[in-house]
T-cell receptor
Framework: AQKVTQAQTEISVVEKEDVTLDCVYE???????LFWYKQPPSGELVFLIR??????QNEISGRYSWNFQKSTSSFNFTITASQVVDSAVYFC????????????FGTGTRLTIIP | EAGVVQSPRYKIIEKKQPVAFWCNPI?????LYWYLQNLGQGPELLIR????????DSQLPKDRFSAERLKGVDSTLKIQPAELGDSAVYLC?????????????FGEGSRLTVL
């Protein structure tokens, strides 16, 4: 069975600080995908990134960066120089690599950026 | 381009009453999902459609929940009769399977309160 754990329920940081959201996953599959989604107050989940289990390269996109470590089954997400607009609930998710796109989500981390 | 549209945004009903939610996916997206999101939790898949065929409904409580996707476009999720524990947000998402990026596009959800 697949499982995603986001141990941080809520995080608050002052604007411009860096913040890292943790994600630990469990799966028996050798090939899988990892995702991060953002859920702003409006409710819709917004796709941020997908990572293949064979690609452990870290990725940077603007102020966002992701650290995938297969050895520790972690896929952490860092926001650099946080902004108020980053306030949202962030979900880490896992799917099989069968192309069926069935996502197993973590319980989410509520991030609040204090102006 | 219009996103995934869901209605109603909010619904309050008394227990044992029926309720229905409607979803219009992004034009051309052949895969449609219904997810259930309880308060403080990540979304959980209820059912997935490939065109008009339900290819994964293993998590759908079939005694009271039903769904349909006639003509492979719009979809309706119904609960009859509703129970107190059904209070949650019902999210619809769509994707274009042939692209297989793993990116799901979510609607803003329908928040159900059962009294």
């Amino acid at each position: 069975a697949q499982k995603v754990t986001q141990a941080q329920t809520e995080i608050s940081v002052v604007e411009k600080e860096d913040v890292t959201l943790d994600c630990v996953y469990e799966t028996r599959d050798t090939t899988y995908y990892l995702f991060w989604y953002k859920q702003p107050p409006s409710g819709e989940l917004v796709f941020l990134i997908r990572r293949n289990s064979f690609d452990e390269q870290n990725e940077i996109s603007g102020r966002y960066s992701w650290n995938f470590q297969k050895s520790t089954s972690s896929f952490n997400f860092t926001i650099t120089a946080s902004q108020v607009v980053d306030s949202a609930v962030y979900f880490c998710a896992l799917s099989e690599a069968t192309g069926n796109e069935k996502l197993t989500f973590g319980t989410g981390t509520r991030l609040t950026i204090i102006p | 381009e219009a996103g995934v549209v869901q209605s109603p945004r909010y619904k309050i009903i008394e227990k044992k009453q029926p309720v229905a939610f409607w979803c219009n996916p992004i034009s051309g997206h052949n895969t449609l999902y219904w997810y259930l999101q309880n308060l403080g939790q990540g979304p959980e898949l209820l059912i997935r459609y490939e065109n008009e065929e339900a290819v994964d409904d293993s998590q759908l409580p079939k005694d009271r929940f039903s769904a349909e996707r006639l003509k492979g476009v719009d979809s309706t999720l119904k609960i009859q009769p509703a129970e107190l524990g059904d209070s949650a947000v019902y999210l619809c998402a769509s994707s274009l399977r042939i692209v297989n990026t793993g990116e799901l596009f979510f609607g803003e959800g329908s928040r159900l309160t059962v009294l």
